[in-house]
């Protein structure tokens, strides 16, 4: 079953809060029960990803079989050969290329593994030994044994387990300092509190060295139908309270304990809840429907049908951070002296600070501050975005004009790209948070409008370079750039995010007509 395409769900609610900045307000947020707050109010480590750390560890067991294998060679063989040979290094490559397909067949690289010993080590010595056997074997069958010292490739197999066994010793201490802080834990909801929910939360704790913290429960009944506590886990709210709990704490995934059957209640949780940046499962444990086994996929022994999943996490993640960092320092440096004659015209034009700053959304509606040259003049300054800018508002100054007309006033959130890494290079254009469509905050003019947070906002994005930037002054623009962003969350990738930037210095000079 694929996850469902968000574009689809543009009729959603939602009930997540916004407020203005740099002055007090009360939040539009729900109240939630003591219950919630005291999951709330715990301390949470930012999570790891199991696939990442693995996707590690197999290139420490590459890079370490290979030094050892070198360092032998090196200290070893080449001072009685007196001259270097490529078919030590070759040898020492496939060798460790094998080790590493061997330990990915006997399951070496499950994080959960990582934090045994006794199983763990046993594995490895018996895959160690099996790549060196099988290596000697191919050596004698093709006729090159004799070329090989036998006391260099003794050492390679003794030393190269050795620091095999003190990696993975290393490697077990900080796997299981992480999982008492709980980095390798996925921060679960459980939705349905009833016999269904009860079993499943049974079903997840019966579970050996499991990842998933059961959080508590929710329903979306107040009646006697709904249990205060399911197998131990407490009823933490109503379903229209998770959104603002996800808002407010780390959660990982939102698991549904209600039967396909119950479909009209599922959708109407939904349309509710798609917004968040987490994974969305239905339970399958209680089903009598029985799909392909394909259909499934598994927390430990517990089959889940995927709804939605988290955008742009695990590798992803680490490409998009590389990405960020690698090219907005080198967009940096380059915009340095353009930034540099930008500040100087502003400060000459008309009195006060080069530099604006606002509040604006950032992923998961985290409140950020956006840095921006300032375009307008000083006693006018609107740090709300409470009135939008309009075609000749006199409170744009002269400079202001030219910095909005070609972004350069966009210029200084390189800064936040770079250094604190609130916003990324490419994504949904993080809007303020009392940004409105004539007395409508945007929220509250597009149904769905909070699903573009689930990523990181951007400098730029797809729906800018479509020239859907500047003044919304109707609902097809918003409604655009909620179908735009959308679209990039759904089909990103590293060589979009390349392209989209490539693009926006000719959108800039294209497609500029509401931008003023």
């Known amino acids: 079953m694929e996850p469902l395409n968000a574009r689809s769900m543009l009729d959603a609610a939602t009930s997540a809060a916004a407020r203005p900045a740099d002055q007090p307000f009360v939040e539009r947020r729900r109240r939630l029960t003591p219950a919630a707050l005291?999951?709330?109010?715990?301390?949470?480590?930012?999570?790891?990803?199991?696939?990442?750390?693995?996707?590690?560890?197999?290139?420490?067991?590459?890079?370490?079989?290979?030094?050892?294998?070198?360092?032998?060679?090196?200290?070893?063989?080449?001072?009685?050969?007196?001259?270097?040979?490529?078919?030590?290094?070759?040898?020492?490559?496939?060798v460790a290329v094998a080790a590493v397909v061997c330990f990915q067949a006997a399951d070496l690289y499950q994080v959960q593994l990582f934090r045994g010993q006794l199983r763990q080590m046993t594995r490895m010595i018996s895959s160690w030994s099996f790549v060196f056997l099988l290596f000697i074997g191919i050596s004698f069958f093709a006729k090159f044994g004799s070329e090989i010292s036998r006391l260099w490739l003794a050492a390679f197999y003794f030393l190269g387990l050795v620091a095999l066994i003190s990696q993975r010793l290393v490697l077990r201490s900080l796997v299981r300092a992480w999982a008492r802080e709980g980095r390798l834990d996925r921060r679960t909801i459980i939705v349905g509190s009833d016999r269904n929910g009860e079993q499943l939360v049974e079903a997840l704790k019966a579970q050996e060295d499991s990842d998933i913290h059961v959080l508590g429960v929710f329903d979306d009944r107040n009646?006697?139908?709904?249990?205060?506590?399911?197998?131990?886990?407490?009823?933490?709210?109503?379903?229209?309270?998770?959104?603002?709990?996800?808002?407010?704490?780390?959660?990982?995934?939102?698991?549904?304990?209600?039967?396909?059957?119950?479909?009209?209640?599922?959708?109407?949780?939904?349309?509710?809840?798609?917004?968040?940046?987490?994974?969305?499962?239905?339970?399958a444990h209680t089903n009598k429907l029985r799909f392909r086994p394909r259909s499934y996929s598994y927390l430990g022994e517990v089959p889940t049908l995927d709804v939605f999943e988290a955008p742009i996490t695990d590798w992803d993640l680490v490409m998009k951070w590389l990405f960020d960092r690698i090219v907005g320092c080198l967009a940096l440096l380059a915009a340095l002296p353009v930034m540099g004659l930008v500040a100087l015209a502003i400060k000459l034009d008309s009195p006060g600070p080069v530099l604006f700053r606002q509040k604006r959304f950032g992923f998961n509606n985290e409140r950020i501050d956006v840095y921006k040259f300032r375009s307008m003049y000083h006693h006018q300054a609107d740090p709300t975005a409470s009135k939008v800018v309009t075609?000749?508002?006199?409170?744009?100054?002269?400079?202001?004009?030219?910095?909005?007309?070609t972004s350069l006033d966009e210029l200084?959130?390189?800064?936040?790209?770079?250094?604190?890494?609130?916003?990324?290079?490419?994504?949904?254009?993080?809007?303020?948070?009392?940004?409105?469509?004539?007395?409508?905050?945007?929220?509250?003019?597009?149904?769905g409008?909070?699903?573009?947070?689930?990523?990181?906002?951007?400098?730029?994005?797809?729906?800018?370079?479509?020239?859907?930037?500047g003044e919304i002054d109707n609902e097809e623009k918003i409604q655009k750039r909620v179908e735009f962003d959308l679209y990039y969350i759904e089909n990103w990738s590293v060589l979009f995010d390349l392209v989209i930037l490539l693009k926006t210095p000719i959108s800039l000079l294209t497609k500029n007509e509401n931008a003023y």
Not at 40 to 52: E, G, L, T, W
Not at 236 to 265: H, N, W
Not at 425 to 433: E, F, I, K, S
């Open 223 to 283: 009646d006697s139908r709904a249990l205060d506590t399911c197998a131990g886990a407490r009823k933490l709210g109503k379903v229209d309270d998770i959104v603002e709990f996800a808002r407010r704490t780390r959660v990982d995934l939102v698991l549904f304990a209600l039967p396909i059957s119950a479909e009209t209640r599922i959708l109407e949780m939904l349309k509710k809840l798609w917004v968040l940046p987490v994974d969305i499962r239905l339970s």
């Open 449 to 469: 409008y909070f699903a573009r947070h689930r990523v990181k906002p951007g400098i730029t994005g797809w729906a800018q370079i479509n020239g859907w930037r």
């Open 38 to 94: 005291e999951v709330v109010n715990q301390k949470v480590a930012r999570a790891y990803s199991p696939i990442v750390i693995a996707g590690f560890v197999r290139l420490a067991d590459f890079v370490l079989l290979s030094f050892v294998g070198i360092a032998v060679y090196v200290g070893y063989v080449m001072p009685l050969a007196g001259a270097f040979s490529w078919i030590y290094p070759a040898e020492i490559v496939a």
């Open 412 to 447: 200084p959130q390189l800064f936040n790209v770079v250094v604190s890494g609130n916003l990324s290079l490419v994504g949904p254009r993080p809007h303020a948070v009392q940004g409105k469509l004539q007395s409508r905050l945007f929220d509250e003019a597009v149904d």
């Open 391 to 405: 075609k000749n508002d006199p409170r744009v100054t002269r400079v202001g004009r030219f910095i909005r007309k």
